[in-house]
């Protein structure tokens, strides 16, 4: 059963860190593209941030460039977002996203159940 988990969520304080990690099981996920999103209440889930299947390639939303950075360790099956100098706007929940970079259509994608951020102004 293919599972991601994620941890490391929390109430941080604006302008402080947070480490979110999202734990593969299952399968492995070398072929995969994994990506995190966040969503707030009553907002739609938005992109925050991607690795690609190999690791040499990333990307960000606007907001959070340069605050931001995701890394994978693929001997682990893991993904992590390392986040810093959060804002209020940032509060949401945080879930981890897996999609195999070589597979197109249904069934190539999981999502984990998110973890909850909380940033105070």
């Known amino acids: 059963q293919v599972q991601l988990v994620e941890s490391g969520g929390g109430l941080v304080q604006a302008g402080g860190s947070l480490r979110l990690s999202c734990a593969a099981s299952?399968?492995?996920?070398?072929?995969?593209?994994m990506s995190w999103y966040r969503q707030a209440p009553g907002k739609e889930r938005e992109f925050v941030a991607v690795?690609?299947?190999?690791?040499?390639?990333?990307s960000y939303a606007d907001s959070v460039k340069g605050r931001f950075t995701i890394s994978r360790d693929k001997a682990k099956n893991t993904v992590s977002l390392q986040m810093n100098n959060l804002k209020a706007e940032d509060s949401a929940i945080y879930h981890c996203n897996a999609k195999n970079h070589f597979v197109v259509g249904p069934g190539n994608s999981y999502w984990g159940q998110g973890t909850q951020v909380t940033v105070s102004s």
């Open positions: 690795i690609t299947w190999s690791g040499d390639s990333t």
């Open positions: 299952g399968r492995t996920f070398n072929n995969y593209d």
